[in-house]
Every structure is written in C-alpha cells, then in structure tokens.
C-alpha cells in the first residue's frame, strides 16, 4: 500500500508528524509532499526538525497568493503528483487550503481521501476555514473525528456512519510526546505570571480599528501582567501597514516560536489570548485558561469541557476575564476522551487494515 499525505501550513505538521510515523512503523509505503503554503523557516522547516518529520519528498512551491491562486495552484501542481505517484490513498490535514486543494484533486481522480481533524464546524461561513472543512468531509472516504461533536455535524449533513471514525485528537498526540522537551526551552527572562498572545485570524487582524482596540487593551494588560506576542508573519505585514507597532510598544513582541519553544510558553502561562484553533486544544490539554478572541469555536469541547472561554470582539470580556484569572478565579476544566497521545495509532490500525 502507498500513502500519500499532503501537508502546506504550520498547524499540518504538528497533526502529520503522528501520523505518519506511526504508518512508517506498520511498514507503509510513505510519501509525503508539502504544497509550500508556508515556506519561511520558521513557519515551516524548523518544524519538521523538531518533529522529527522526514523533509518532504515532494515541494509544490506555491507561495502566498489570494485564496483562489493559492487553492489553484496546489490543485494544478498537486494533480501531476497524483498522476506520477498513484497512491492507493491520499491523507489531508486540518482545514487549511492545502487539504481542500489536495482532497478536490482527489476526488476528481476517484483517488480516496481521509480527513484527519474531519467534523469541526464554527458554523460560520464567513471564515475560509470553515468552507475547507465543509468541502473536504464531503469528498472523504474516512472521517477521523477528535471528538463526538465531530461525529454529530457529519451525520447531520448525511456522511455515511460507516466512514466516521471517532480516533481523538493527533495534534494532542505529538503535545504528549513533545511535552518533556519542553523543560530545557523556558528562556531564562520569562516573568512568572505573564499572558502568552497569537492572533492571526482575518477577523482580528484585517479589521485595523479592532486590532487597534485590541493592542492597546493589551497594553493596559501588560501593566499587571507581561504580554509575550509572538507575531505571525500576516499580522506583522498589518502593524507594519496600519502604522500600529507603536500601539504595541509595551508589549514583548517576536517572531513566530518554533513548536518546542511555544509549548513551552504555554506549560507556563498565567493565560493565553488567542484566535487559533489549535492552541485552545492544547491549552484544554494543559489546564492552561484560554480566552478566545472569536465569537464561534469549531471546537466547542474545549469550552464545554476545557479551560476555553468565548470572549468573542468585545474588549470588556477580555479585560474583565484577565481580572479574573488575576483574582485565582480560573476556568477548571478536564481533558475530553481519546486525547491520550494515541489517535495516531487508531487511525494508522484502520488505515494499514484497508
Ligand atoms: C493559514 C490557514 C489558517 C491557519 C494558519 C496558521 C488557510 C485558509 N488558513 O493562514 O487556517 O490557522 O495558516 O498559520 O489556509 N506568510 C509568510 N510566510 C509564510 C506563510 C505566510 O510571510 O511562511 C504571510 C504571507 O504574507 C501570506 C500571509 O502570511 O500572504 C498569510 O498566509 P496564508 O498561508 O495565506 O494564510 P495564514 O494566515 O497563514
């Protein structure tokens, strides 16, 4: 049996890495090709390093572009792949546009797909993510789902029962296996109560008034407690552009942390204010309080069972959730089942049982 994986933006690796390593150790033929929708070193390579990921055998090379030329150019590029390799299946990550790309390329070439992260749903049509994991579940022949939310939003748009399989979480699975690493990567100046902060999301970001808002509540925030912001590169482009960097003076900002080194910020932070998805899975996994800055999650689990709070656009949430996090007054929560550090496994067992 061959494999193919396509991989393209940072939150794929952390979720591949699992994956195809625990094939590789049921003896899987494996091929793994990265469409080159994150190319910066430290969006991209330093993560396979610390990963343990094998560089990909295959680079499309697409670049950044508008969502349209990105998704054709992979589609394009990753068509000839398909057609020179022949996989026996295809497996696509998350909700970026890499895995739409790759999954419609091969639905049309009757070459299966499975959908590792497949049934989250923000139910917000507004976000790109969303539309990705709408079209992609409908083109998958096996759905890995990380929770029994998951499951329901599949069966509800009428997936066959029989390709859902409730497998947990694999981005939880490399947290699990990273976690003991992380001890050697605390920096030496990092104060003992600080807020760890990412956002990247068009909605925050793109919206120049409100990230404006935000960085200068930040900034009142920074005076109890430090704010470390590592930048992610689209952000960046925005303060640089909106002439916003001085509304950020007082904050700690840095350049996008490799894996290793933002896990371990947040193993130690007092809170983290972010727009991600996957931080609020790892922060649920850590007991580490999360406030998220969106108005809709596509992994409500980590606010029913995590130590995820909703905030949505409203600065009176975030500045009145920081005071209670102050006060000792923290969100308990507990981890959500099957986020054990073997989803991997699970979905390797049915994969190489095919
Ligand atoms: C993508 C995903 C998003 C994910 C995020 C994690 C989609 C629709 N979005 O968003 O779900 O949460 O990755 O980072 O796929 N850039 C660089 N260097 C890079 C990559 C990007 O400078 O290595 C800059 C470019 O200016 C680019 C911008 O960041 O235009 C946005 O990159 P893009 O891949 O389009 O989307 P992300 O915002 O990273």
């Not at 399989?165 to 600080?194: W, Y």
């Not at 007082?250 to 942390?257: E, F, N, Y």
């Not at 896990?263 to 580490?288: N, P």
């Not at 005071?323 to 390797?348: F, V």
Request: charged share 20%.
């Amino acid at each position: 049996m061959h494999i193919l994986h396509v991989v393209g933006a940072r939150p794929n690796f952390m979720k591949a890495a699992p994956v195809y390593s625990a094939l590789a150790a049921r003896n899987v033929r494996q091929t793994l090709v990265h469409s080159g929708q994150h190319y910066d070193f430290n969006m991209s390579d330093v993560f396979f390093e610390q990963l343990g990921l094998p560089a990909p055998d295959i680079n499309l090379q697409v670049g950044s572009g508008s969502h349209a030329q990105q998704t054709a150019q992979i589609i394009s590029r990753f068509e000839a792949v398909v057609l020179e390799q022949k996989p026996d299946l295809v497996v696509v990550y998350g909700d970026v546009n890499s895995t739409v790309a790759a999954a419609l390329v091969c639905a049309k070439l009757l070459v299966p797909v499975a959908h590792v992260e497949a049934g989250l749903r923000s139910f917000d049509r507004t976000m790109p993510e969303e539309i990705n994991r709408l079209m992609t579940d409908q083109v998958s022949s096996w759905l890995f789902t990380p929770s029994p939310d998951g499951n329901e939003n599949l069966k509800q748009e009428g997936v066959a029962p029989d390709k859902i399989h409730l497998v947990g979480n694999v981005m939880i699975d490399t947290l699990v296996r990273m976690l003991p690493q992380t001890a050697a990567r605390i920096p030496s100046d990092l104060p003992a109560r600080f807020a760890l902060v990412t956002l990247h999301r068009p909605s925050n970001v793109d919206d120049i008034p409100w990230l404006s808002s935000m960085l200068q509540e930040l900034s009142k925030i920074s005076a109890e407690l430090p704010v470390w912001f590592p930048v992610h590169p689209r952000t960046r482009e925005r303060l640089q552009n909106a002439g916003l960097n001085g509304h950020a003076q007082a904050l700690r900002l840095m350049d996008p942390l490799p894996y290793l080194d933002f896990l371990a910020l947040q193993t130690r932070a007092t809170a983290v204010i972010t727009d991600s998805g996957g931080i609020q899975e790892e922060t649920t996994y850590l007991g580490i309080s999360c406030l998220t800055v969106r108005e809709n999650t596509e992994r409500p689990i980590t606010a029913t069972m995590g130590t995820n709070t909703l905030v949505g656009r409203r600065i009176e949430r975030v500045r009145d959730e920081v005071q209670n996090i102050l006060r000792g007054d923290t969100k308990k929560g507990s981890i959500p089942p099957l986020w054990d550090g073997h989803a991997a496994e699970r979905i390797a067992d049915i994969l190489a049982g095919t």
